[in-house]
């Protein structure tokens, strides 16, 4: 995940949909889980990858309502797992 504030603040302010409809169009346009793929990531690494700590956690904030922005930083960090 970069690390500018440039970013940071894009995803500080990304408003993910409302309700419902919104949130499951949204998971199935980008073909995963937001919410499972985030307890992969926090398990991967509480485990063996601490260094992925500060890009989890700040995308766990966004787990309730997640924003394409979002599921785009997320796969970001399985990229570079």
């Known amino acids: 995940m970069k690390d500018d504030s440039t970013y940071q603040k894009i995803l500080d302010n990304a408003i993910g949909p409302t309700n419902e409809e919104e949130k499951h ?27 992925i700590s500060f890009a989890i956690i700040k995308l766990a904030k966004f787990a309730n309502s997640p924003a394409k922005e979002h599921y785009i930083a997320l796969k970001n960090v399985f990229r570079y797992l």
């Not at 919410?35 to 990858?49: D, I, K, P, W, Y």
């Open 25 to 51: 169009v949204l998971q199935q346009e980008m073909k995963f889980s937001y919410q499972q793929a985030l307890g992969e990531a926090l398990f991967a690494m509480v485990t063996f990858r601490p260094d």
